[in-house]
């Protein structure tokens, strides 16, 4: 693999997980799938994770923050368990020492965070409530900060919902059924990344229930202009922080 490894965010990029085979992280018994990222060990990362029953991974310090989505099993730390379906930001500076007693396969992302969002959030979105969202599609919002913006959104078989533009881009990990547009079917399991300005129309047949991050994948001038502010992107280094 070359670094940085999908890092364009001009372009557009369609990974079903489903169909990758894990590979070998630093510490045995934990295995990703690498998405994208900066650097072999560091810096901007995502990535599928999987820790088999009994994995421990060493303590850790996440520079520019941890946002994970717990897909199976159950994910811990020093802190408290977190059961599949548990979404999970630990901010910038923030570190701990995870582990899983029963296994567990996690969505992350690291080093992410915009500046100023110091917010740690921990939501069993099994246990929240979904609110009303557009037509038949039920909304659970997870996070908002700055120009980005994470939910849950439920669709019912058959929904439709409106052709739109995405400002600042989207990511979209279809966690239950299959997400559909003009473009392409979306199995569970699917990571799409589509970028600042892209559109689409999107539908399913049956139902889906999809994890949504917009407002993220500004291109670096812009980002600079409205969430860095003029020199002051932070520079990770080459911290070792984990998956
Ligand atoms: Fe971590
Ligand atoms: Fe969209």
């Known amino acids: 693999m070359k670094f940085p ?7 557009r990029l369609v990974i079903d997980t489903s169909k990758l085979a894990l590979e070998p992280s630093s510490l045995p018994g934990v295995e990703r799938i690498p998405l994208e990222r900066e650097n072999p060990e560091s810096g901007l990362t995502t ?3 999987r820790y088999e029953a009994g ?3 060493s303590e850790h310090i996440h520079p520019g923050g941890e946002e994970i989505f717990v ?3 159950e994910f811990a730390d020093e802190f408290g368990s977190y059961p599949a379906g548990t979404y999970i930001r630990n901010p910038p500076g923030s570190r701990h020492s995870p582990f899983s007693r029963i296994g567990c396969k996690l969505f992350v992302k690291l080093n992410q965070f915009q500046p100023g969002d110091t917010k740690r959030v921990v939501v069993n979105t099994t246990e929240k409530e979904w609110l009303l969202g557009q037509g038949d599609l039920k909304v659970m919002p997870l996070a908002d900060f700055g120009t980005e913006s994470t939910a849950l959104v439920k669709w019912p078989e058959g929904a439709a919902f409106v052709p739109h533009t995405h400002f600042g881009g989207e990511e979209i990990f279809v966690l ?3 997400f559909i547009d003009e473009k392409g079917e979306y199995p569970t399991g699917t990571w799409i990344r589509s970028p600042h300005l892209s559109n689409h129309d ?7 229930t999809i994890l949504v991050k917009t407002g993220h994948l500004l291109p670096l001038e812009l980002s600079r202009e409205i969430v860095h502010g003029p020199g002051n992107i932070a520079d990770l280094g080459n911290v070792v922080e984990g998956f």
């Open 176 to 178: 239950e059924g299959t």
């Open 5 to 11: 490894h999908n890092l364009d965010y001009s372009k």
């Open 47 to 49: 990535s599928i994770v």
């Open 71 to 73: 897909l199976e099993g």
């Open 202 to 208: 999107p539908f399913v047949k049956e139902g889906c």
């Open 55 to 57: 994995a421990t991974f």
